[in-house]
């Protein structure tokens, strides 16, 4: 088992800027996918981003142009650059480890989760 420990949450203006960090600890390799979720109030979990282990990237349709996800392997940690933040990305945002999403969403391991408030 993994285990994540999200920071790097906040207050921050429509228009601005975030990076969260999510740390890993537990496992040697790097030989897994992370990614990150969010859920807003009232709203069901949704997928935001995925770095898999080979390197490809992908993004739900509603980051994609404004947050980026990148990955430190010597870190073990997992990045979410977000940036022209909307009010509607107001959540708290989760990272998990082998994360999946489309039809069935789920992930192997979560982290304790971070808040995201975005002023208007």
């Known amino acids: 088992q993994v285990q994540l420990v999200e920071s790097g949450g906040g207050l921050v203006q429509a228009g601005g800027s975030l990076r969260l960090s999510c740390a890993a600890s537990g496992r040697t390799s790097n030989n897994y996918d992370m990614g990150w979720f969010r859920q807003a109030p009232g709203k069901e979990r949704e997928f935001v981003a995925a770095?898999?282990?080979?390197?490809?990237?992908y993004y739900a349709d509603s980051v994609k142009g404004r947050f980026t996800i990148s990955r430190d392997y010597a870190k073990k940690t997992i990045y979410l650059q977000m940036i022209s933040l909307k009010p509607e990305d107001t959540a708290v945002y989760y990272c998990?480890?082998?994360?999946?999403?489309?039809?069935?969403?789920?992930?192997?391991?979560w982290g304790q989760g971070t808040q995201v408030t975005v002023s208007s």
């Open positions: 770095f898999r282990w080979n390197g490809n990237t």
């Open positions: 998990a480890t082998e994360p999946r999403w489309g039809l069935t969403l789920g992930a192997q391991d």
